[in-house]
């Protein structure tokens, strides 16, 4: 996520929404003072796509060094708004343009699943399965919670609170539009920031059932009211 101070707004990165390479391409517009978090462990996409480095992600600590130096982290990647806000301070985020991106929540299904299987050597579980087991996380922690729904990164209290939401489905044009509305000097160039992991390439319509249509219809209800996302 970033808080540029330098173009007053606050990005908050969502999940499967080319959340990073728009994070890349952001931070090419910010200035010494912005709040730019690690994309991870590494922050080796950085290195290869963008000119300025994950800063001022860390609070201060009590001797008084910057941001950047050894303090407790504060910011962090996919950090909901409820947490910005509470660092960031009312004034900071009712002055600045916020905004995120999200996505069909079925094709985001998808696309989170082949990014998760990645990572499985050997066998990795079919997509019921793994929804099934998202279904099961999202309920254990009272339907508040789930790596397929974005909701609660610009959501409080099942309220929106971010100034705009972006559609992955229409994702030049947004970047147009916001690049324009943040009077940013150039237009908003998207690197490609991580390598395809989708095998099957079908439409969600084609991939999945009644099921995993169903799973999926639950756990973003909140998306699918406030945006009307249709299978």
Excluded at 184 to 213: C, F, N, Q
Aim: with cysteine; net charge neutral.
């Amino acid at each position: 996520m970033i808080v540029s101070h330098k173009h007053k707004f606050i990005f908050l990165k969502t999940r499967k929404t080319a959340g990073t390479s728009i994070e890349l391409a952001l931070s090419r517009f910010c200035g010494e003072e912005d709040i730019i978090t690690p994309i991870g462990r590494t922050d080796r996409h950085r290195d290869t796509h963008s000119q300025r480095g994950a800063q001022n992600f860390r609070t201060a600590p009590e001797d008084g060094e910057p941001h950047g130096g050894e303090g407790e982290i504060s910011y962090y990647n996919h950090m909901p708004a409820k947490r910005v806000r509470a660092l960031i301070g009312e004034k900071v985020w009712d002055g600045y343009f916020k905004f995120c991106f999200e996505r069909n929540p079925w094709d985001k299904a998808i696309s989170l699943y082949f990014w998760r299987a990645r990572k499985q050597e050997t066998r990795h579980p079919s997509l019921l399965e793994f929804l099934r087991s998202e279904k099961a996380g999202h309920e254990k922690q009272g339907g508040k919670s789930s790596r397929l729904s974005n909701f609660s990164i610009y959501g409080v209290g099942g309220e929106v609170v971010v100034d705009h939401v972006g559609f992955y489905e229409d994702l030049d044009s947004e970047l147009e539009r916001i690049a324009e509305r943040l009077d940013l000097p150039e237009k908003i160039e998207l690197p490609r920031a991580k390598a395809s992991t989708r095998e099957d390439r079908r439409h969600y319509k084609e991939v999945m059932g009644r099921e995993e249509r169903e799973i999926v219809a639950w756990i973003c209800a909140r998306e699918i009211e406030n945006f009307g996302y249709v299978f």
